[in-house]
Structures are given as C-alpha cells and as structure tokens.
C-alpha cells in the first residue's frame, strides 16, 4: 500500500507480510487507518496509517474472498465477498462479521461503495452489473447492466458528505 501525497511524496505502508499478491480493495476507515481486502485471503487488514504496522481485524468466519471493502456510514466496514455472493458487515473493532445480504442478485460481487444516504453499491461481474442495496431493508436493485459497463471492475460514490 502506497501514499502519494500531493507533491508527489510517496510512501509505502506495508511490509507485505498479509498480501501475496496485492490487494484487491482498499479504503481509509474513520480513524484514518488503511483498511485492505484481499481476494486470496479470506481476510481484512488494518495497516496503520502512520507506522505502518499490519494487524488482522478479521479472518475467515463469513469471508471467503473479499474483493471490495467501504466504509459504512456508522465506520463499520462493508465487504463485497466474491466467495460467497455477499456483502458483509465486519465491525473493525471487534472483527465481528454479520451478511448484510447474500445471494439474490448478487452472484459475482467485486466491487462496493456507499452512496450519501447509506445506500450500497455493489458491481456484479455477473452479466457486469451494478447493483444497489438498500440500507434499511437490504433489497437489491439492478441500477445499470451491460452495454456501456461491460467490464465494469468498480464503483466510487463522489459527493455527499
């Protein structure tokens, strides 16, 4: 993991020791720790943001190969689990994992984000869709499929607060 700073200064944030082959998913968590996904591993690292140290937060349990990781609105983490055609809620305090929904629509899940108003989107690499999940009630919607996501990999929300 990498921090490029506006003037260009970069530096590197983990010795690797959890990451094989790189990570697939990476988000800053509400206390500006780097928060990292990794589809080889059925795990979530914490790398700290300022001596880099790598520490667990959760392994195995629900997740089988996490892809995508965001931060929810209340901090917790959500995880888009390939493995497992889900996304899961993993308290990165505790590394306590609960399925916010499986199955349904979801049959590739790779990517996620949360929209303003605690909405989740996720990308499906099945029939390459974008699918939302709605936070109170956790159906899920096809917003986009095909044609001009063809390929679609992933999803960031911009706005909002």
């Known amino acids: 993991v990498f921090l490029i700073d506006h003037d260009g200064t970069t530096t590197k944030f983990n010795t690797g020791t959890h990451f094989g082959d790189g990570p697939t998913g990476l988000v800053i968590g509400k206390d500006e720790h780097f928060y990292v996904?990794?589809?080889?591993?059925?795990?979530?690292?914490?790398?700290?943001?300022?001596?880099?140290?790598?520490?667990?937060?959760?392994?195995?349990?629900?997740?089988?190969?996490?892809?995508?990781?965001?931060?929810?609105?209340d901090g917790h983490l959500l995880v888009s689990d390939f493995g497992t055609d889900a996304v899961v809620h993993v308290d990165?305090?505790?590394?306590?994992?609960?399925?916010?929904?499986?199955?349904?629509?979801?049959?590739?899940?790779?990517?996620?984000?949360?929209?303003?108003?605690?909405?989740?989107?996720?990308?499906?690499?099945?029939?390459?869709?974008?699918?939302?999940?709605?936070?109170?009630?956790?159906?899920q919607t096809v917003l986009a499929q095909g044609g001009l996501l063809a390929g679609i990999r992933s999803v960031e929300v911009f706005g909002g607060d």
């Open 37 to 73: 996904s990794h589809l080889g591993t059925p795990m979530v690292i914490r790398v700290d943001k300022n001596s880099g140290a790598e520490t667990v937060v959760t392994e195995s349990g629900l997740l089988q190969s996490p892809s995508g990781i965001a931060v929810s609105k």
């Open 92 to 139: 990165p305090g505790t590394g306590h994992q609960s399925f916010v929904t499986q199955g349904g629509l979801l049959k590739s899940p790779f990517d996620i984000a949360v929209e303003p108003n605690g909405d989740i989107l996720v990308v499906d690499l099945v029939g390459d869709k974008l699918i939302r999940v709605d936070r109170t009630t956790h159906t």
